[in-house]
């Protein structure tokens, strides 16, 4: 069994900060990249940052220069941290993993249950 848990979202106003973590935790052999994605009522899920294991980073041009994606010590958790907050991007925000099982081969995504997060005054 292998479980991510999402936690930080909430209510912000305009301008506001929040910091997202996510920790993946059972017979995980390996964790190759993390990331977080956003879908908001009538889009699709799209990226909004991913971490690889050697620390390599991607972002949404939408989040550029406002959000940090960040990987633990531990290297099963991930943070995003979320400054200049817009109402465009209130969405649920889901961890996701491309990880390995103990005893299997196969790479494969998981994925949190999500954690909202609104932008409002």
């Known amino acids: 069994q292998v479980q991510l848990v999402e936690s930080g979202g909430g209510l912000v106003q305009p301008g506001g900060s929040l910091r997202l973590s996510c920790a993946a935790s059972g017979n995980i052999f390996s964790i190759n990249a993390m990331g977080w994605y956003r879908q908001a009522p009538g889009n699709q899920r799209e990226l909004v940052a991913t971490i690889t294991d050697g620390g390599n980073t991607n972002y949404a041009d939408s989040v550029k220069g406002r959000c940090t994606i960040s990987r633990g010590n531990a290297k099963n958790t991930v943070y995003l941290q979320m400054n200049s907050l817009k109402p465009e991007d209130t969405a649920v925000y889901y961890c996701?993993?491309?990880?390995?099982?103990?005893?299997?081969?196969?790479?494969?995504?998981?994925w949190g249950q999500g954690t909202q997060v609104t932008v409002s005054s």
């Open positions: 996701n993993a491309r990880l390995r099982r103990i005893a299997s081969t196969q790479w494969v995504d998981y």
